[in-house]
């Protein structure tokens, strides 16, 4: 336990490690979640003109549609479009709102931008418009069946609360598009960066043992009256701590700064468990093995990332052809992917993930053995 | 103390209560022999040096000492505890000072002591109360919470030797101590190591060089290629030279009239003369040397200089050896 403490503290002491470890995730969490994932806003608007009743229900609508909405000047909101900062521009005046509530014609500025998505915005604008002018309509229509306007508008909002709406189901008939149902939009880029960090940092943290070896460190803790086997143990076990640190600090990060969703925690765990395991392993074969510990770093970060575009660190596995996807099952990483995306999509159990845990359970198991021997052997090489 | 001996006499003699016995230690890479049949004993309070050039085999004897590398053959008993079948216990009572600074640069003086006092299976107070001692011990009191990699190289050493004091070891094992330190720390290192000896911990301490073995050792051993070629204390180790001193007599005149006086004094064993100078082997060269210089006078030679050189650890290793010791 002492040799796994001193491990553990080497590691968060080395201020090298702050933003590789704690910052860097985190930013690739963001970075990836806005490029790709599911449950971002529907849209951009900005919207232009002096407050109003007329253009705090258009926002309202829109906000409800799930479009993200700005208020600027005009000029600021002609620059955004113009910039790509927002999918349409939408120019009120003072005079629109009495116009509308008088029953007469309006006709407003709509500006769009050339994105992808900015038609599909365009048309929450004008449903929200629709729906403005619908109620205006309707006041208009109750008001002249005298009923006063306040108790008229009071009725509609209050209708329109109580109303029952059909629920849509809709069903993507793409097959790759269901394999993403019911991830949020952090979810895929918090599961897939845990995935390559924690291999990645605990394989380039195979240096910190070949420092121990070569500052005859190792040699003094063997003169202790400890065994060797248990000297093997206690780096394997500071291996993993630091491999559990990190993993946990991007599952707690993600869950409370992006809402990310491990849906089982404790089961969400037993996998990080299962694959810190294997990446602990791994760092003794390669901390064993070399005697650089500046190559073994690169050499950490070479693999990490090799392996971690294998195993769907990069992109989702679900997108590799049949024949990838099978060499990817070489990784631990496509096995951890795998055991994520069950427990994180389709709410999992233990025996649902129980295939996976034992495949990651049995590499780590291996790789410890291989890990320990080459490291008494790399001990007798150092002594 | 025990006579000198050489390999070829009879092995160590045995002192009651010795801390460390060693007997006939072997250890082979591959074919070649890096120790061979090396035996020594140390008692409590006793320094024991291990002399040899780098290479000679005093790194793998202190490395089966310590239980760090198996011996072929031998066997090493700490405090009467078997370092074969009961590692873990002969290692309780032995402190290692490798020849590296084997500590973790990342940390602090006060983590570096207390990660190793844990594997030594101190905990709680009696852990922070030895850390605090030691840190006084090896003056870092003031330096404790600061990272190691920030030290002098000499801070660095005692830090490195504070680690091997720290459960109070019975035999204390100091590898070249004292390599790449500043002459201030080195005398503060061969200090301690006095202080310590003279506390009751039996020191072993390897080094390649002969003033630290003549200052610290009370017994020393003589290691070259693998094999112990002497041991015993620095003057019966001198004494294996045949007890002889060196005397240059320089100047003009007779010079081989002066040789051939002085072949004929009984204290003289050899006498070698060129154009300005006799070098001579005498026995017991202070009481002989006035003797010396009236003779020569007398036979017509005019001094201008006389040098008496006595023999040391360096003429024993030459004399044992045939070669230098730092060779």
């Not at chain 2, 390999?7 to 061979?36: I, S, T, W």
Request: proline share 3%; glycine share 10%.
């Amino acid at each position: 336990m002492a040799i796994a403490g001193v491990e553990l503290r080497r590691f968060l002491k080395d201020r090298s490690n702050i933003f590789f470890v704690f910052v860097f995730p985190l930013l690739l969490v963001v970075l990836l979640g806005s490029q790709f994932g599911g449950e971002g806003p529907t849209g951009r608007a900005a919207v232009a003109g002096p407050p109003s009743e007329l253009r705090s229900d258009v926002v309202h609508r829109l906000e409800e549609a799930g479009v993200e909405v700005t208020l600027s000047e005009a000029d600021a909101v002609r620059q955004q479009i113009a910039r790509g900062r927002t999918d349409v521009g939408l120019f009120l005046t003072a005079a629109d709102g009495t116009s509308l509530a008088a029953g007469r014609d309006v006709t407003v500025d709509l500006v769009v931008g050339s994105q992808a998505g900015s038609r599909l915005t365009v048309q929450h604008v004008r449903t929200a418009m629709d729906g403005v002018a619908d109620q205006a309509g309707q006041v208009a229509a109750l008001t002249g069946a005298g009923i006063d306007a306040a108790t008229a508008e009071r009725a509609l909002r209050t209708a329109a609360a109580d109303a029952s709406r059909p629920r849509v189901t809709v069903t993507d008939a793409d097959g790759e598009a269901q394999q993403f149902a019911g991830l949020g939009r952090f979810d895929l880029s918090a599961a897939t960066q845990l995935l390559l960090f924690v291999f990645l940092i605990s394989v380039a943290g195979s240096a910190t043992l070949i420092q121990a070896r070569r500052y005859g460190v190792m040699a003094r803790v063997l003169a202790a009256p400890v065994s060797t086997r248990q000297a093997i143990s206690g780096e394997a076990l500071g291996r993993f701590s630091i491999a559990m640190v990190q993993g946990v600090y991007i599952m707690a990060g993600t869950a409370l700064l992006f809402g990310v969703e491990w849906d089982s925690w404790p089961l969400s765990l037993l996998v990080l468990a299962a694959f810190g395991a294997v990446a602990a392993a791994a760092a003794m074969v390669v901390g064993s093995v070399m005697d650089n510990d500046a190559a073994a770093n690169g050499v950490g970060v070479g693999a990490g990332l090799v392996l971690g575009a294998l195993g769907g660190c990069m992109t989702p596995l679900e997108l590799f052809p049949d024949t990838l996807r099978t060499v990817a099952h070489l990784t631990p990483h496509a096995w951890a992917y795998e055991a994520f995306a069950e427990i994180q999509r389709h709410e999992a159990g233990l025996l649902d993930v129980a295939p996976q845990l034992g495949v990651l359970a049995a590499m780590a198991t291996a790789l410890l053995v291989l890990g320990g021997w080459l490291l008494e052997r790399s001990l007798d090489r150092a002594l | 103390m025990t006579a000198a001996t050489t390999r070829a006499a009879a092995g160590p003699p045995a002192v009651a209560g010795d801390v460390l016995v060693v007997e006939g230690l072997v250890h082979r890479y591959g074919d070649l022999v890096a120790v061979d049949d090396v035996s020594f004993r140390i008692a409590p309070g006793e320094t024991f040096g291990l002399l040899g050039p780098n290479g000679a085999g005093k790194t793998t004897t202190i490395s089966m000492v310590a239980g760090l590398v198996p011996a072929h053959e031998g066997a090493v008993t700490v405090t009467g505890r078997s370092m074969a079948r009961d590692p873990v216990a002969a290692k309780a009572h032995l402190g290692l000072v490798p020849q590296e600074l084997a500590i973790y640069p990342e940390l602090t003086a006060r983590e570096n002591l207390t990660f190793f006092g844990r594997l030594q299976r101190m905990r709680g107070k009696e852990l922070d109360r030895r850390v605090a001692e030691v840190l006084e011990l090896i003056g870092l009191e003031e330096r404790a919470k600061d990272l190691t990699k920030e030290y002098s190289g000499g801070m660095k050493r005692r830090l490195n030797i504070g680690v091997g004091l720290l459960h109070r070891p019975a035999l204390l094992i100091l590898d070249e101590p004292t390599v790449g330190v500043d002459p201030q720390s080195r005398n503060a290192i061969l200090e301690s190591v006095e202080a310590l000896a003279a506390e009751g911990v039996a020191v072993l301490y390897t080094t390649h060089y002969m003033e630290e073995a003549e200052r610290l050792c009370d017994r020393i051993a003589v290691v070259d290629a693998g094999r112990l070629q002497a041991e015993g204390t620095r003057d019966e180790l001198v004494r294996l030279t045949g007890g002889v001193d060196h005397v240059r007599l320089s100047g003009a005149g007779d010079i081989g009239a002066a040789a051939a006086a002085l072949r004929s004094l009984p204290t003289v064993v050899e006498v070698a003369a060129d154009r300005s100078a006799l070098t001579l082997t005498v026995r017991d060269a202070a009481r002989a040397v006035a003797h010396l210089v009236t003779a020569a006078t007398a036979a017509g030679m005019s001094l201008d200089g006389v040098e008496v050189s006595r023999p040391d650890l360096e003429s024993v290793f030459l004399h044992l050896t045939g070669k230098a010791l730092r060779d």
